[in-house]
């Protein structure tokens, strides 16, 4: 097995409130992993405990191997928040420009990268144009375009879709699969049921546990059911028909 990164028994507390309860897991090289969870099932939690922002009350996470090391892991992946950190009085160049900076890219390096990740999210054309004149979903793909910037082999997208209308919403998985096959590992996170369809493997948040990992196909066939969100259901409780 191919492992990435490795979440072992992994658990995390905010005072008296247990948000995750000894989760493992494993990501492959070369794959779109999902967190598929409703909204407060840990999900953000998760992904900042992977890239080191939060501390685990218990466990361990590893990446290629080792212990998660900040030295080792940030020149090699990209960050997508859930909320989009842009400067909405300045270009989306200027945007580009700025964190390019901050990656230690240089000037010459530095306008093909912008270059490329623009034509990426197809943004191109809207290179020069105020931050504060782009609609939600163009501020989503900038803000994708800024976690490529300085080529990662490891993407953690949080929520990349929220707020997107169904059209751009598969146009940007459409992106997704594209830099997987460019060889970079996708780990997303959705409560969108129908994207969990698109990934490789998912990992089935629930009040803060991992109830399953694997192919959404093997995910529905250990539950009976003929839909992930079925899975949800039934695993509350809830009799689902077929």
Excluded at 109 to 124: A, F, G, H, P
Aim: hydrophobic residues 35%; glycine residues 8%.
């Amino acid at each position: 097995m191919n492992s990435l990164i490795e979440l072992q028994e992994l658990s995390k507390s905010f005072g008296s409130q247990e948000v995750l309860k000894e989760i493992s897991l494993n990501i492959r090289k070369g794959e779109i992993y999902g967190l598929l969870g409703p909204s407060g099932s840990g999900k953000t939690t998760l992904i900042k405990l992977m890239i080191g922002l939060e501390v685990p009350s218990s466990g361990r996470v590893t990446f290629k191997g080792e212990n998660l090391k900040a030295k080792t892991l940030y020149p090699s992946i990209g960050y997508m928040a859930q909320s989009d950190a842009l400067y909405d009085e300045l270009t989306a160049k200027e945007n580009l420009s700025f964190m390019a900076s901050l990656y230690g890219l240089t000037k010459n390096k530095r306008k093909d990268q912008i270059e490329k990740v623009m034509e990426t999210v197809d943004l191109l054309r809207d290179l020069n144009k105020p931050v504060h004149q782009y609609s939600g979903g163009m501020k989503r793909r900038l803000s994708l375009a800024i976690a490529l910037l300085h080529d990662p082999d490891v993407l953690f997208l949080d929520e990349p879709t929220v707020g997107i209308d169904p059209v751009l919403r598969k146009e940007i998985w459409d992106d997704f699969h594209k830099l997987k096959e460019e060889g970079r590992t996708l780990i997303i996170t959705t409560h969108v049921m129908d994207e969990a369809e698109r990934c490789d493997r998912l990992g089935l948040l629930q009040n803060g546990e991992i109830i399953s990992s694997d192919t959404p196909e093997a995910i529905k066939t250990q539950y009976g059911v003929t839909s992930i969100e079925d899975v949800f259901l039934k695993n509350g409780g809830v009799q689902v028909e077929n």
